[in-house]
């Protein structure tokens, strides 16, 4: 019932800087949790941070005071700003989300097709 689409994915030295961006669309009543994850070749995917709807957030432990998430409810679009990359930060990004298409219907997670971080030394 929603499609995510994510940008802003490409290459950065170490040190620098990039913004993701994920827009959803599709049958939507309410999006309630949005978010981000990550995935490094041969590792598990893992929680990079969350935002709910009235505003609070939540935070890898590896990327506190680095990353900054953010969201547009009126655009159902969420943001990450990473700022001083690592190579540790090189993995496969994705968008989810939470939400409903309309009051009676079940909560739903959805996610979007990923797209690539790179970060070089």
């Known amino acids: 019932q929603v499609q995510l689409v994510e940008s802003g994915g490409g290459s950065v030295q170490a040190g620098g800087s990039l913004r993701l961006s994920c827009a959803a669309s599709?049958?939507?009543?309410?999006?309630?949790?949005m978010g981000w994850y990550r995935q490094a070749p041969g590792k598990q995917r893992e929680l990079v941070a969350t935002t709910a709807s009235y505003g609070s957030t939540n935070y890898a432990d590896s990327v506190k005071g680095r990353f900054t998430i953010t969201r547009d409810n009126a655009k159902n679009t969420v943001y990450l700003r990473m700022n001083s990359l690592k190579l540790e930060d090189t993995a496969v990004y994705y968008c989810?989300?939470?939400?409903?298409?309309?009051?009676?219907?079940?909560?739903?997670?959805?996610w979007g097709q990923g797209t690539q971080v790179t970060v070089s030394s």
């Open positions: 599709g049958s939507i009543f309410s999006i309630y949790t």
């Open positions: 989810y989300c939470n939400s409903r298409v309309d009051p009676g219907a079940a909560i739903t997670s959805s």
